[in-house]
């Protein structure tokens, strides 16, 4: 009998972690979250991006020294096992960039009228 609950246990355990797994441990959602002062920065934007399994806390001290030092940017976490990589990159890289390229493009803008009339 002690046999037969010791091996029920372990069965438990295993559907367990194979629910937690396939319920978003190892699988993260979409999110973003901005650092520095992107609207106002006189340095270049980051964008951090994670690898396969990771999500954006593991780049946080990364993203931290960073702004202790000026920079401002973007922190991207995307589902990295949902989709191929190509796709992946087309849907949640390519477009959290282009609208740090958007403002760039503004900033840039600014400070060209502002030398002009200097």
Known sequence: ????????????????????????????????EEFGNIEKTDKDIVILMHGIYSKLDNLEYIEKKLEENGYSGVNIQYPTTKDEIQDIAKKYIEPEIEKKIKILNEINKKRVSENKKN
């Open 1 to 32: 009998m002690k046999n037969i609950k010791n091996y029920i246990l372990k069965i438990v355990f295993l559907l367990s972690v194979t629910i937690n797994i396939n319920a978003g441990i190892l699988t993260h959602e979409f999110r973003t």
